[in-house]
């Protein structure tokens, strides 16, 4: 069945760093892919829908400038994290969709910030 | 504005015996829904789905119901397994590709 990979799986880093995450769409083409995050003990918002060759779309309340995605090639999309603050610390999550819409989003393994 | 509800947080099953795990929706364009499966530090698994217009999907153990007047949908698993342990979504998706998940419950098999 169709993985995406996520990398890195856990990351710490200080504040005002930033950091990026990759998700990768194994064995299959995804010109879209999207960025959730989720809370302890929440359910998972979207925060982005990355489209390949294109601008991201993203949901309100989310600081396009904070979080920077780039979707370079029909199988990877990078989330950066710019300026982090520990309100950032979260567990972010990739998913792709394989051709149709009906088709199930699969999700990456997630990355665990720590922000301190 | 909860679009997807879960409103148990947790459940626990003996082993053997059935799981049932309800989520509540209220925007009717919805068109199909997902269950997904989830363990701790991992990204979700997709487990089982279905379109708005039927009323019932099974695959194995698992079955989803879809009760589209009561706007409510269920997942069903039996028998229940200890490996069945995990956190499940439900997830609606709202057109295109915008999925909107529930907040989760909790399920415990107890051996």
């Known amino acids: 069945g169709a993985v995406v990979s996520q990398h890195p799986s856990r990351v710490i880093c200080k504040s005002g760093t930033s950091v990026k995450i990759e998700c990768r769409s194994l064995?299959?083409?995804?010109?879209?892919m999207f960025w959730y995050r989720q809370f302890p003990k929440q359910s998972l918002m979207l925060m982005a829908t990355?489209?390949?060759?294109?601008?991201?779309?993203?949901e309100q309340g989310v600081e396009k400038d904070k979080f920077l995605i780039n979707h370079a090639s029909l199988t990877l999309s990078t989330l950066t994290v710019t300026s982090a603050h520990p309100e950032d610390s979260s567990f972010y999550i990739c998913?792709?969709?394989?051709?149709?819409?009906?088709?199930?989003?699969?999700f990456g393994n997630g990355t665990r910030l720590t922000v301190t | 504005d909860q679009q997807v509800k879960q409103n148990s947080p947790s459940l626990s099953v003996q082993e053997g015996r059935i799981s049932i795990l309800n989520c509540d929706y209220t925007?009717?364009?919805?068109?199909?829904f997902l269950w997904y499966k989830k363990y701790p530090a991992e990204g979700p698994t997709f487990l089982i789905s279905?379109?708005?217009?039927?009323d019932k999907n099974e695959d194995g153990r698992f079955t989803v119901f879809l009760n589209k007047s009561a706007k409510h949908l269920s997942l069903h698993i039996v028998p229940s397994q200890p490996g069945d342990s995990a956190v499940y979504f439900c997830?609606?998706?709202?057109?295109?590709?915008?999925?909107?998940f529930g907040a989760g419950t909790i399920l415990r098999v107890k051996s």
């Open positions: 064995d299959f083409q995804a010109t879209t």
């Open positions: 925007n009717s364009m919805f068109d199909y």
């Open positions: 279905i379109s708005s217009i039927k």
């Open positions: 997830a609606a998706n709202l057109g295109g590709n915008k999925l909107v």
């Open positions: 998913s792709a969709r394989e051709a149709g819409n009906s088709s199930p989003l699969h």
């Open positions: 990355s489209n390949e060759g294109s601008k991201a779309t993203y």
